[in-house]
C-alpha cells in the first residue's frame, strides 16, 4: 500500500509516527485516508472548503503531484508520497488550534 | 550540468604568495585550481542574515577565499544565539552581529572585503543593496523576507541559494529563474500567519542549521567556480533524526507571478502586508490586543493585593521545568481545549507563556469559548524574570 512521509511538524498530530501506510488509487483517496487515520491533520492539510492548503505542497515519488494529475494523480501499491511544508527558519506553518474551538 | 555565476575575472585579479599558500588545498584539486580560486576571489556573495544559517555560510566562504562578501543584519548577538549561530562568540555578546561576524569573518582571512549592513533587509532598501552582488543567500528566519529575497533574486536575475530550517529538518535549493524554478513556484503564498509559531518558539536543534548552512555554502562555490550539478529545479530535504537526505524534483510553475512569462509582480511589493506578519521574528509575539494586556508589575500588584487570581501557564512542561511561578498552574496549550470545562466564567483569569503570544492565542481561545475575564500577561516570564524576580532564569 501506498505510503506517506510525515515532516517533524505535523507529527504531532500522528502519534509521532514518521511513515503512513495508507489505502488509495490516487493521491487525493490517500490524503483523505491519511486525515481519516489522523483526524486531526485534516485542518492542517485543508482549507474550509475542503481544498488543499495552497502552501502544502505533496510530492509523489520526487515529482510535486501539481505538475502530475494533482489529486487526481493515480497511485500504485509502492507509491511513496511525502508532504513539504513552507518552512522559514525556526519557523512553520503549524496551526495549533481551531480557534473557534471546536476541534 | 555545471552553471557558473560569471564569467572569468579579469587579469588584474590574481592571488598574492601568501593567497597561494592559504589556499593551495583548493590550488592542487583539478575541479577548482588558480582559475577557481580567482573565480572566487572575484565573487561577490551577498549574505541575508548572520545568524544560524547565515553563520557556518559565511564563516566557509570566507575562509574558502570568496573575495567579497556582504552581510545584512540589524541584530544585536545575544547569550541564546550563541547554541547555534557560531560566527559569534561569547566575547562578542551585546554587539552588533554585523560588526561581531566581520571581525569573525576577517580574523579567518584578512585577504578578503566584508561590507556590513546593519539594516533590516525591505523593500525600500533591496534592490540597492543587492544590485552589486553576484549572488544572494537567503539565511533568513521569517516569510516576508523569504519572498523579498526571492523577488530581489528574480528581478536582478541571479541564484537565490536558499536555506531553511525547522528543528530537525532542513531544505535547501537554489532558485534561479533563468535557469529554474524560483521560491514563489514551489510556495506560490505563505501561510497564513495565524498558523506560524514564533521562531523563538518553534525550537531547533543547533547544529541543524550548521548542516544546512554548509550546503547552502557548497552551492555557492559550486556556482561560482562553475562546477558539478547545482540544486537548480531540486529541492534537497535532510532529516536530522533520520539522517535521510531525500531531494524531490521542482518545476517553474507557469503561473508564477514574478518568474513565469506572464508576471503579475514587475517591482518589489509590501511583504509584510503579503504575509501578515513583519519582516523579522522579533514581534511574532503578536499580542491579544491592549486591552487585553496586563503587565507584569500590575499582575505582581494584584498578588500583593491578595487577589483572587487564576494564572494559567500554557507552556510545555519541559518549559515548566526551566521555570514557572509559584502561582501559576500549568495547562499545556495543545491539552487546553479538552479542559475549558475546567474554567470557571467568573473567576479572573491570567493567560501566560515565555513572551505573551502563546497565551495571547490561547486568550482568543477562551473568549470565544465565552470565558471572558480574561487578561494575557504581556512579555510573559520572559518579563516577570526581566523586571519582577531577576533570579529567574531566562530562556
Ligand atoms: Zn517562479
Known amino acids: ?103 | 550540468m555545471s552553471i557558473a555565476v560569471n564569467p572569468p575575472p579579469a587579469e588584474d585579479v590574481q592571488l598574492s604568495n601568501d593567497e597561494i599558500i592559504r589556499y593551495s588545498r583548493h590550488l592542487i584539486m583539478p575541479e577548482v585550481t588558480l582559475s577557481g580560486q580567482r573565480k572566487l576571489k572575484d565573487a561577490k556573495v551577498l549574505c541575508v542574515g548572520t545568524g544560524g544559517l547565515g553563520s557556518p555560510v559565511a564563516l566557509y566562504l570566507a575562509a574558502a577565499g570568496v573575495g567579497n562578501i556582504g552581510m545584512v543584519d540589524y541584530d544585536i548577538v545575544e547569550a541564546n544565539n550563541l547554541q547555534r549561530q557560531i560566527i559569534h562568540g561569547t566575547s562578542t555578546i551585546g554587539q552588533l552581529k554585523v560588526e561581531s561576524a566581520k571581525n569573525r569573518l576577517l580574523d579567518i582571512n584578512p585577504h578578503i572585503n566584508i561590507t556590513v549592513h546593519n539594516n533590516l533587509f525591505t523593500s525600500q532598501n533591496a534592490l540597492e543593496l543587492a544590485e552589486p552582488y553576484d549572488l544572494i543567500i537567503d539565511g533568513t528566519d521569517n516569510f516576508p523576507t523569504r519572498y523579498l529575497v526571492n523577488d530581489v533574486c528574480v528581478l536582478q536575475n541571479k541564484p537565490n541559494v536558499y536555506g531553511s530550517i525547522f528543528r530537525f529538518e532542513g531544505q535547501v535549493s537554489v532558485f534561479w529563474a533563468e535557469h529554474g524554478p524560483c521560491y514563489r513556484c514551489l510556495f506560490p503564498e505563505p501561510p497564513p500567519p495565524g498558523l506560524v509559531p514564533s521562531c523563538a518558539e518553534g525550537g531547533v536543534l543547533g547544529i541543524l542549521p550548521g548542516t544546512i548552512g554548509t550546503m547552502q555554502a557548497t552551492e555557492a562555490i559550486k556556482l561560482i567556480v562553475g562546477i558539478g550539478e547545482p540544486l537548480i529545479g531540486k529541492l534537497l530535504l535532510y532529516d536530522a533524526l533520520a539522517m535521510s537526505v531525500d531531494t524531490v524534483r521542482l518545476k517553474k510553475s507557469p503561473d508564477c507571478v514574478i518568474c513565469s512569462s506572464q508576471p503579475t509582480i514587475t517591482e518589489l511589493i509590501d511583504y509584510e502586508q503579503f504575509c501578515g506578519m513583519p519582516l523579522h521574528d522579533q514581534t511574532d509575539e503578536e499580542g491579544a490586543g491592549e486591552e487585553w494586556d496586563i503587565t507584569v508589575s500590575q499582575l505582581n500588584d494584584k498578588f500583593k493585593e491578595g487577589a483572587p487570581i487564576r494564572l494559567i501557564d500554557v507552556r510545555e512542561d519541559f518549559e515548566w521545568d526551566i521555570v514557572h511561578l509559584p502561582q501559576a498552574e500549568l495547562i499545556p496549550m495543545g491539552d487546553l481545549p479538552g479542559r475549558l470545562s475546567e474554567f470557571d466564567t467568573t473567576d479572573e483569569h491570567v493567560i501566560m507563556c515565555r513572551t505573551g503570544g502563546r497565551s495571547a492565542q490561547m486568550l482568543q481561545l477562551l473568549v470565544s469559548a465565552g470565558i471572558t475575564k480574561v487578561k494575557n500577561l504581556k512579555g510573559g516570564i520572559r518579563a516577570w524574570a526581566t523586571e519582577i524576580d531577576t533570579e529567574l532564569p531566562i530562556y
Open chain 1, 1 to 103: 500500500m501506498p505510503n506517506i512521509r510525515i515532516p517533524t511538524p505535523l507529527r504531532t498530530y500522528t502519534n509521532g509516527d514518521t511513515d503512513i501506510t495508507v489505502k488509495g488509487n490516487t493521491v487525493g483517496e490517500a490524503l483523505h485516508d491519511l486525515t481519516n487515520q489522523h483526524v486531526e491533520l485534516k485542518q492542517h492539510l485543508y482549507n474550509e472548503d475542503g481544498k488543499l492548503r495552497a502552501f502544502v505542497n505533496i510530492f509523489l515519488d520526487g515529482d510535486d503531484v501539481r505538475n502530475l494529475n494533482g489529486e487526481n494523480t493515480a497511485l500504485n501499491p509502492e507509491s511513496s508520497l511525502r508532504i513539504v511544508p513552507s518552512v522559514a527558519g525556526g519557523c512553520m506553518y503549524k496551526h495549533t488550534l481551531n480557534m473557534n474551538g471546536n476541534q
